[in-house]
């Protein structure tokens, strides 16, 4: 951040990564220092146009202070879990998933979204899979309905959530990966395309595309995120009354 004398015009200039700012300079500054403080998150940098407006369609556009913090949770990965915490330097005795309570496993955002398998995550899971199939933009019996549930699946013995597109049919970290990344906004160009290719006859395929995103996006912050924020929050942080005792 600098200022730049003209001498044409005999005014002070406000330049940003040497780029003269023609906007509001406040409204500017503050989303290019936010642009700026999202590229230290890793893999959050975009890798196209269409990647970064997936993006930010999951991190939605409410005024609510409450939600954008929900959607920075889940789309940067701040969730404080066992791990994460452990990695802020905090006291923490052990890693393992306060919900599940199964040994080797990490309390970390993917495994809460994922693979957690205690009921409420994994009833959450399911609903969350039926919301999307039950979206207003699919039609039920269409290819569209079909590929999301023969694609995305939870494991019938760990109820964990698999997204079985390409390569994740045979390798299940893929089928993590490519999950983990779908639920967050986090959409390969392959998985897109796929979609893309899903428009009906007869519609603007990439207005039908933006419908669904936003459909899905909104699916996972009131189907996914929001519920599996309120089950892990009852859990790691104890009521009033419980820390009385």
């Known amino acids: 951040l600098h ?4 001498m044409a015009v005999r ?26 403080q999202l590229r230290g998150y890793r893999d959050f940098a975009p890798t ?7 993006r930010r369609a999951f991190c939605g556009t409410s005024k609510d202070v ?17 791990e994460r915490a452990a990695r802020w330097k905090y006291q923490v005795a052990d890693r393992k998933c306060r919900l599940c309570c199964v040994d080797d496993t990490h309390e970390n955002l993917r495994h809460l979204l994922l693979g957690c398998s205690f009921p409420k995550l994994c009833d ?13 933009y699919l039609d039920s019996n269409d290819a569209s309905s079909t590929f999301l549930r023969d694609h995305f699946q939870l494991c019938h013995d760990s109820g964990s959530l698999r997204c079985l597109f390409g390569s994740g049919a045979a390798d299940d970290d893929v089928a993590s990966e490519l999950a983990f990344g779908f639920v967050r906004g986090f959409w390969p ?3 897109v395309s796929a979609f893309q290719a899903l428009a009906p006859a007869g ?17 996972a912050r009131s189907r996914l995120w929001r519920p599996v924020w309120d089950v892990w929050h009852s859990a790691a942080v104890p009521s009033t009354s419980s820390a009385s005792e």
């Not at 196209?48 to 997936?54: E, K, T």
């Not at 409450?66 to 066992?82: I, P």
């Not at 959450?124 to 207003?136: G, L, N, Q």
């Not at 519609?203 to 699916?219: I, K, Q, T």
């Open 11 to 36: 005014r002070w200039f406000v330049c940003y990564d040497d780029r003269r700012v023609f906007d509001q300079t406040a409204a500017v500054l503050l989303h290019q220092l936010g642009l700026a």
């Open 3 to 6: 200022f730049v004398f003209s």
């Open 66 to 82: 409450f939600s954008r913090a929900m959607s920075a949770k889940f789309v940067l990965g701040q969730l404080a879990t066992q």
């Open 203 to 219: 519609v603007d395929s990439s207005e039908w595309f933006g419908l669904l995103v936003h459909s899905f996006a909104r699916s």
């Open 48 to 54: 196209s146009a269409l990647d970064a407006w997936v």
């Open 189 to 191: 160009p392959h998985l």
């Open 124 to 136: 959450i899971r399911r609903k969350y899979i039926a919301s999307m199939v039950a979206s207003r």
